[in-house]
T-cell receptor
Framework: EAGVAQSPRYKIIEKRQSVAFWCNPI?????LYWYQQILGQGPKLLIQ????????DSQLPKDRFSAERLKGVDSTLKIQPAKLEDSAVYLC??????????????FGQGTRLTVV | DQQVKQNSPSLSVQEGRISILNCDYT??????FLWYKKYPAEGPTFLIS?????DKNEDGRFTVFLNKSAKHLSLHIVPSQPGDSAVYFC??????????FGKGITLSVRP
C-alpha cells in the first residue's frame, strides 16, 4: 500500500514570496490533515478535511494560508505572502473515517520550508 | 493553551532497561490516545494507541498505560534497544478525529 506522498521535500523562498505544497493521501482515506511543525515543537494542526469539506481550520492563519482538497482526494496548501516565522516542516497526514473517530493518522515525509 | 503536555524534553536509558515516557492532558473530551515515533527527516509513524475505555494496551515491547482520573498516560518500552532512539510524540483525539500533539520527548538508548 502506497503511503502519503508529499512534494516538494524542501523549499527555500524569500519572505513575501508565495509557495505551495502538494499532498496525495492514502487511497480511500476520507480524512486529510495539514500540520505545521516548528523546530522543537509538536505538530500543530492547520486544517482538517473530511472528503472535500473542512472539519477544522481554527488554527489556520487565513490572511496568508489557504488550502483546498478538490474532489476529496489530493490537497494543496498555499502560503502567500510568506513570513520568516513560517519556516517549519509542513506535514500532511490521512486517516480512514471511522464513526467513533478512533483511528490513527498516517503521515507523509513532510516539506521543510525555509523562509529567508 | 497546551492540551497535551510532555514535560520532559529528553530521556536517556541503557540498552536493555525500561524506558518510561510520560504524557499529561487537560481536555476531558479526549477519548483516544496515541504515541508516534519520529526519526530525523521523516514523518511521524504510528506506534501504539489506547481507547479511554481501557487502562492498558500492549504490543510487543511497547505498553501504554492510561490513568483517566489523573489525565495521564505513559509509554513503556521493555527492553529498550538502540534503534528505539527517536523523538516520541504523545497525541490525543476526540470525536472529530482531530489529533492534538505534545511537544515530544527525545529518547536516547545507550548501547
Amino acid at each position: 500500500e502506497a503511503g502519503v506522498a508529499q512534494s516538494p521535500r524542501y523549499k527555500i523562498i524569500e519572505k513575501r514570496q508565495s509557495v505551495a505544497f502538494w499532498c496525495n493521501p492514502i487511497s480511500g482515506h476520507a480524512t486529510l490533515y495539514w500540520y505545521q511543525q516548528i523546530l522543537g515543537q509538536g505538530p500543530k494542526l492547520l486544517i482538517q478535511f473530511q472528503n472535500n469539506g473542512v472539519v477544522d481550520d481554527s488554527q489556520l492563519p487565513k490572511d496568508r494560508f489557504s488550502a483546498e482538497r478538490l474532489k476529496g482526494v489530493d490537497s494543496t496548501l498555499k502560503i502567500q505572502p510568506a513570513k520568516l516565522e513560517d519556516s517549519a516542516v509542513y506535514l500532511c497526514a490521512s486517516s480512514p473515517w471511522l464513526a467513533d473517530g478512533n483511528t490513527e493518522a498516517f503521515f507523509g515525509q513532510g516539506t521543510r520550508l525555509t523562509v529567508v | 493553551d497546551q492540551q497535551v503536555k510532555q514535560n520532559s524534553p529528553s530521556l536517556s536509558v541503557q540498552e536493555g532497561r525500561i524506558s518510561i515516557l510520560n504524557c499529561d492532558y487537560t481536555n476531558s473530551m479526549f477519548d483516544y490516545f496515541l504515541w508516534y515515533k519520529k526519526y530525523p527527516a521523516e514523518g511521524p509513524t504510528f506506534l501504539i494507541s489506547i481507547s479511554s475505555i481501557k487502562d492498558k494496551n500492549e504490543d510487543g515491547r511497547f505498553t501504554v498505560f492510561l490513568n483517566k482520573s489523573a489525565k495521564h498516560l505513559s509509554l513503556h518500552i521493555v527492553p529498550s534497544q538502540p534503534g528505539d532512539s527517536a523523538v516520541y510524540f504523545c497525541a490525543a483525539s476526540g470525536a472529530n478525529s482531530k489529533l492534538t500533539f505534545g511537544k515530544g520527548i527525545t529518547l536516547s538508548v545507550r548501547p
